[in-house]
């Protein structure tokens, strides 16, 4: 899956059994301004 992401630059959110939510939704929130500003 990883690949497929990276391959049509599309963003992989991968929960697992250590995700944690506060900082999982920080991460997405971050990602959003960087590949936005990317836009």
Not at 12 to 30: C, E, G, Q, S, Y
């Amino acid at each position: 899956m990883r690949q497929f992401a990276e391959l049509h630059d599309i963003e992989l959110a991968v929960i697992d059994n250590d995700t944690r939510m506060p900082a999982f939704k920080d991460a997405l929130r971050w990602n959003e301004v960087y590949y936005g500003s990317k836009r």
